[in-house]
């Protein structure tokens, strides 16, 4: 029996913009466009017609130069040390770091200060593990006070959720098992971001896909969403 073609990747150009072309086993077409680069990437059905994926690449190009000059203009962060001095934030406020060594490790918010208390100096990654895990555990308690209100706004409610330390997405949402997936890094953006993308993730119920339906129901959730769109997608300066 002849195998069937799962996957393909190449690089290529529609409508002007070059972009990874990722054909998959899918039935609809997906745009990203990646950070730090602004990488663009298509993924499409595996029998997707390059005149489709022309006419598709033409309907979101406005978008997908806005989102490259969005990504392009973000500052760079210089890589954080986690050392006594550095600007750290929770809930978007910002807050010096105090590094001291203890008998057990812990964080803590004293007056403008983050407290980082570790039983050895170690690594940067290490005091970076100890960092994540107070900031999983802030905003398992904010998703937590947050979720319900979030649902009684949409008229949906989430089977499960989930925390994730993501590189591109702020959230996920799981269609078929109602599940949803929030970044670890939400904890450092303020409580209105937060809220936002929780509606985001929950109005995915409702629509999969990023159109004007879905646009609609954000606009009757969340009134205002694109400037705290915008909030949420500014870096934090360290």
Not at 40 to 54: G, I, Y
Not at 192 to 201: A, G, R, S
């Amino acid at each position: 029996m002849k195998a069937i073609k799962q996957q393909s990747v190449k690089k290529t150009v529609f409508a002007g913009i070059e972009l990874l072309l990722i054909r998959k086993r899918i039935k609809n077409m997906y745009l990203r466009i990646i950070p730090p680069e602004g990488e663009v990437r298509l993924t499409a059905p595996l029998r997707a017609s390059n005149k489709d994926l022309e006419n598709f690449v033409i309907k979101n190009a406005d978008w997908v130069h806005r989102k490259c000059v969005e990504i392009q203009r973000r500052p760079v962060a210089s890589p954080l040390e986690y050392v006594s001095g550095e600007r750290h934030f929770l809930w978007g406020i910002p807050y010096e770091l105090f590094v001291e060594q203890a008998k057990r490790n812990s964080v803590s918010i004293e007056g403008n200060y983050i407290v980082l208390k570790i039983t050895n100096a170690g690594t940067p990654e290490d005091r970076e593990k100890v960092m994540n895990e107070w900031y999983r555990r802030e905003l398992k308690k904010a998703i937590g006070h947050y979720l319900p209100d979030c649902e009684l706004i949409t008229g949906k409610q989430a089977s499960d959720w989930g925390v994730r330390n993501m590189r591109t997405r702020w959230g996920t949402c799981n269609v078929a098992k109602k599940r949803i997936w929030l970044n670890l890094q939400l904890a450092k953006k303020s409580t209105e971001c937060l809220k936002y993308v929780i509606i985001h993730e929950l109005v995915h119920l409702y629509e999969r896909h990023h159109n004007a339906r879905f646009h609609g129901y954000m606009d009757k959730f969340c009134p205002g969403w694109r400037e705290i769109r915008e909030k949420l997608n500014k870096r934090n300066e360290n």
